[in-house]
């Protein structure tokens, strides 16, 4: 078992989806957790609640630069500062790049990739002064490979891999790591609306479009869950992931191997 008794995690949009798994998962080893994000704030501050741990929200705007900082100097004045941080917070939108919504394409990179260059830079000082910290860095497949009609997202994630790497080459000779993981398709808010806009467009019903989904693109044909997800930054969090520095870690069900 992995012990975070006396760490804070902050996990960017972690209202719903990866982000409230990967909490929880944490959670449950003992971290203090703060939570980002919108929607239904007090259904997530309860699943936290179950598990015991001291649980805070923030509802940071991740495109904007002061309330990421004022969110980071609330986790300082409520725990003490951050330990771990996972940046989760990610929106899709699906167009053709000529067809693109521009407004749309500032938002995915302002929320998906340049808030963690935000937060990376306000938690860094203090983990380098502990000589202890964890970053994490919530990508997607879509930091490796491309799928048309994503153009935004891809090159989001693709420039957080990039993040990753950088950060985690100037933490090498510290007790600070940053790693990146790639998940294929997880079944929340996100993709459901991949699932229905293709149920929509292929008159079938959603269970058929869901295999659909996968059947494209994920061989296992089965999606990943937070729960595995929160496993794996558990174990990056562990001793075990003292030496995992700059990866971009799949969990695909075989995706990227193709
Ligand atoms: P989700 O829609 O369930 O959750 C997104 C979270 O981000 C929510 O808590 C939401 O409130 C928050 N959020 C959205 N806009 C925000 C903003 N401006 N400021 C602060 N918070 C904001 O999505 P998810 O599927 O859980 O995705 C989480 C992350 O995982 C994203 O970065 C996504 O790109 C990545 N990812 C998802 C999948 C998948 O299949 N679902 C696959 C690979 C990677």
Redesign the pocket.
């Known amino acids: 078992m992995v012990n975070l008794q006396g760490k804070t995690a902050l996990v960017?949009?972690?209202?719903?989806?990866?982000?409230?798994g990967i909490a929880h998962t944490l959670a449950e080893a003992g971290a203090n957790i703060v939570l980002?994000?919108?929607?239904d704030v007090e259904s997530a501050l309860a699943t936290i609640q179950t598990t015991g741990a001291q649980v805070a929200h923030h509802a940071?705007?991740?495109?904007k630069p002061d309330e990421i900082e004022a969110m980071i100097a609330m986790a300082r004045e409520r725990f003490g500062g951050v330990d771990i941080l996972v940046n989760?917070?990610?929106?899709?939108h699906v167009a053709p790049v000529e067809e693109f919504p521009a407004q749309k394409w500032d938002d995915i990179l302002a929320?998906?990739l340049t808030s963690s260059f935000h937060t990376t830079r306000h938690v860094l000082p203090a983990m380098r002064a502990k000589n202890w910290g964890r970053i994490v860095n919530?990508?997607?497949?879509?930091g490796l490979v491309a799928s048309t009609g994503k153009a935004a997202?891809v090159a989001a994630?693709h420039g957080l891999v990039g993040l990753t790497k950088v950060t985690a080459l100037e933490t090498a000779a510290t007790g600070v790591t940053c790693n990146a993981i790639c998940?294929?398709?997880?079944l929340?808010?996100?993709?459901a609306a991949q699932i229905d806009t293709i149920a929509t467009r292929d008159g079938i019903s959603s269970d058929a479009a869901q295999a659909r989904l996968l059947s494209d693109k994920q061989p296992s044909g089965q999606f990943v869950t937070?729960e595995q997800l929160g496993n794996l930054v558990l174990m990056l969090c562990s001793p075990f992931g003292d030496q995992v520095r700059g990866a971009a870690w799949a969990m695909d069900g075989g995706w990227t191997a193709q």
């Open positions: 960017t949009g972690s209202t719903s989806g990866i982000g409230l980002n994000g919108f929607g940071a705007d991740m495109r989760n917070a990610g929106i899709q929320i998906n919530i990508a997607s497949v879509h997202y994630k998940p294929g398709f997880v929340t808010p996100l993709v937070p």
